[in-house]
């Protein structure tokens, strides 16, 4: 079982930057794929990125990429989101995730343990 807690969130606005933390509960954490995904108000939840248990490899959504990055640190049980240039289309509920077997699919169905969430709001 894995508890997931992400924080930094808050409101910016566009052009500005943002970076969120999610950290993990279980000390196997360096052995999880994690992740982070994104819903808008009304919209279905939607892949942002991921990352390996290394930290060697990362995926993005292509709406994305160039803006977003996605890091870990093993030693402190944490991933990150950091985000730049940030547009009102980036306003959100942002959720980190984990799973422990993963192929690079945006199918949120990839992955097991879930964050309650934290909100990033882009003002224009």
């Known amino acids: 079982q894995v508890q997931l807690v992400e924080s930094g969130g808050g409101l910016v606005q566009a052009g500005g930057s943002l970076r969120l933390s999610c950290t993990a509960s279980n000390r196997a954490f360096s052995s999880y794929y994690m992740g982070w995904f994104r819903q808008a108000p009304g919209k279905e939840r939607d892949f942002v990125a991921a990352?390996?248990?290394?930290?060697?490899?990362?995926y993005y959504a292509d709406s994305v990429k160039g803006r977003l990055t996605i890091s870990r640190d093993n030693a402190k049980n944490t991933v990150y989101l950091q985000m730049n240039n940030l547009k009102p289309e980036d306003t959100a509920v942002y959720y980190c995730?984990?799973?422990?077997?993963?192929?690079?699919?945006?199918?949120?169905?990839?992955?097991?343990?879930w964050g309650q969430g934290t909100q990033v709001t882009v003002s224009s």
């Open positions: 995730a984990a799973t422990t077997v993963y192929s690079g699919s945006a199918d949120e169905g990839s992955f097991y343990y």
């Open positions: 990352i390996s248990w290394s930290g060697a490899r990362t």
